[in-house]
């Protein structure tokens, strides 16, 4: 019996891995799509998303079939928390295809406008998904704390790219629908490395059973004085 529970808890991990993959590569796909203004790429992230919600599903409905067994110390903490951890994970996706939106929404506009900050946000994204990824599968070596230092990066680099775009709108105001567009992608970002800060927390609770909460209130930007 135990060895049939464990089973299914590593088919759980192997199935998180999984959806955590496709996010990553639609992080990847939904910025650079927004910074080579690719229609194609944009919509390949639109279409995973439908396939990243069937995993969320299929992962929840097992979580939940598994707690109703008796399990305990880090299996119970594995199943409670990925059944937690994949809706971040879907919300992840669903900021991809925000961003990927956005791109359809600029595709054949004039380029007014650089993502420079976007693109960095999205690679310090994955370097915290990647993380996560390899915290999740249970190396003992990997810092997973990290991932709360890499998220004010993000919040500073989404500062500097609201601060800009509204100096660009003032500077430039035929500029505004881009600025405006490239404003919901950089939230987006923001957005999802909160989520990914909830992912790291759920991750430190399999481990030791410890309850840590770094998010932090939605972030404002700053306007310098």
Same mark, same amino acid.
Request: glycine share 6%; aromatic share 6%; charged share 30%.
């Given at each position: 019996?135990?060895?049939?529970?464990?089973? /299914?808890?590593?088919?759980?991990?192997?199935?998180?891995?999984?959806?955590?993959?496709? @996010?990553?590569?639609?992080?990847?796909?939904?910025?650079?799509?927004?910074?080579?203004?690719?229609?194609? +790429?944009?919509?390949?992230?639109?279409?995973?998303?439908?396939?990243?919600?069937?995993? *969320?599903?299929? !992962?929840?409905?097992?979580?939940?079939?598994?707690?109703?067994?008796?399990? %305990?110390?880090? %299996?119970?903490?594995?199943?409670? &928390?990925? $059944?937690?951890?994949?809706?971040?994970?879907?919300?992840?996706?669903?900021?991809?295809?925000?961003?990927?939106? @956005?791109?359809?929404? @600029?595709?054949?506009?004039?380029?007014?406008? +650089?993502?420079?900050?976007?693109?960095?946000?999205?690679?310090?994204? *994955?370097q915290m998904l990647n993380i996560c990824?390899?915290?999740?599968?249970?190396?003992?070596?990997?810092?997973?704390?990290?991932?709360?230092?890499?998220?004010?990066?993000?919040? =500073?680099? $989404?500062?500097?790219?609201?601060?800009?775009? !509204?100096?660009?709108?003032?500077?430039?105001?035929?500029?505004? +629908? =881009?600025?405006? $567009?490239l404003t919901m992608a950089s939230r987006?970002?923001? /957005?999802?490395?909160?989520? *990914?800060?909830?992912? &790291?927390? /759920?991750?430190?609770? !399999?481990?030791?059973?410890? !309850? @840590?909460?770094?998010s932090e209130p939605m972030h404002v930007?700053?306007?310098?004085?």
């Open positions: 019996m135990a060895t049939v529970v464990s089973s /299914r808890v590593d088919g759980i991990k192997a199935d998180v891995l999984l959806m955590m993959g496709y @996010v990553g590569l639609s992080i990847d796909e939904a910025v650079r799509s927004l910074d080579d203004r690719d229609v194609d +790429t944009a919509k390949c992230v639109i279409g995973r998303d439908r396939q990243i919600n069937e995993y *969320l599903r299929r !992962i929840e409905a097992e979580c939940l079939d598994m707690l109703a067994k008796k399990l %305990e110390g880090e %299996e119970l903490r594995t199943v409670a &928390a990925s $059944y937690k951890l994949v809706s971040d994970v879907e919300r992840i996706g669903d900021y991809c295809t925000a961003i990927a939106n @956005v791109t359809l929404a @600029v595709a054949n506009k004039p380029v007014t406008t +650089t993502a420079l900050d976007i693109i960095k946000m999205g690679r310090t994204a *994955l990824m390899e915290a999740y599968k249970g190396r003992s070596e990997v810092n997973v704390e990290e991932v709360f230092d890499l998220d004010k990066s993000i919040d =500073n680099l $989404y500062n500097d790219s609201f601060v800009g775009s !509204i100096t660009s709108i003032l500077r430039e105001p035929n500029t505004i +629908t =881009n600025v405006i $567009y987006a970002l923001e /957005r999802i490395g909160d989520h *990914l800060t909830d992912i &790291a927390e /759920r991750i430190i609770f !399999i481990r030791s059973g410890k !309850i @840590v909460e770094r930007p700053e306007f310098p004085e």
